[in-house]
């Protein structure tokens, strides 16, 4: 079952501004990844925060993570067109990564 | 080193008809996996295999067949193709750790007409 729900469903925004999307999920875990997917294409790693873990940082990619609350976000800085793309959270346990639907972002000149 | 690659890219096929989708990893990697993408659907996971000779069913596995002979490759099997098939495959593999990073190929568009 898809575990991890992306919010919001897309998101547009203007180059050099910041993106943040945000990914719930229903059960305990035991890391969290995103991926990005451009049109057509498969699916990119970008970042893996682990269940005790907090913050994690990569480039202009900021994740957070609240076992608490069952969350995460992700947040780019300094958005370029080339951000442009679908964007997934996808939660870990056993052999498995259940995915969301993810969050389709349009980044504009 | 080409990574996760899959055979064939695009592929159409009538009601009943039955095709096997390849894909292929170059990274030594243990475990291998196949997703189909819909529409405002993400991924979900039709099958998964922790090793050569070994398979397992995973959240939508119905009407597909898959076999890991080789550790390298990782086929997948529709029998009698459904136009509820249609859509599009990824295979994705990773080291072995299971819940560490997969590494995608670059999808397998199918239409069931």
């Known amino acids: 079952s898809q575990q991890g729900e992306e919010d919001p469903q897309a998101l547009s925004i203007q180059e050099g501004e910041n993106a943040t999307m945000n990914c719930s999920y229903k059960?305990?875990?035991?890391?969290l990844q995103w991926y990005r997917q451009n049109s057509g294409r498969g699916l990119v790693h970008l970042i893996l925060?682990?269940?005790?873990?907090r913050e994690k940082h990569s480039g202009r990619l900021r994740v957070t993570l609240d076992t608490s609350k069952k969350s995460s976000s992700l947040l780019i800085t300094a958005s370029r067109a080339a951000d442009t793309a679908s964007y997934f959270c996808?939660?870990?346990?056993?052999?498995?990564?259940?995915f969301g639907k993810g969050t389709s972002l349009l980044v504009t000149p | 080193n080409a990574g996760v690659t899959q055979t064939p890219k695009f592929r159409v096929l009538k009601t009943g008809q039955s095709m096997t989708l390849l894909c292929a990893q170059d990274?030594?990697?243990?475990?291998m996996y196949w997703y189909r993408q819909d529409p405002g659907m993400g991924l979900r996971l039709i099958h998964y295999s922790v090793g050569e000779g070994t398979t397992a069913k995973g959240e939508v596995p119905d009407g597909y067949n898959v076999s890991r002979l080789k550790k390298q490759n990782f086929l997948l099997g529709l029998e009698s193709a459904a136009p509820s098939q249609t859509s599009v495959y990824f295979c994705a593999s990773n080291p072995g750790l299971s819940t560490d990073t997969q590494y995608f190929g670059p999808g397998t568009r199918l239409t069931v007409l």
């Open positions: 059960t305990s875990i035991n890391n």
């Open positions: 990274m030594n990697h243990e475990y």
């Open positions: 996808a939660t870990a346990h056993g052999y498995a990564l259940n």
């Open positions: 925060i682990r269940s005790n873990e």
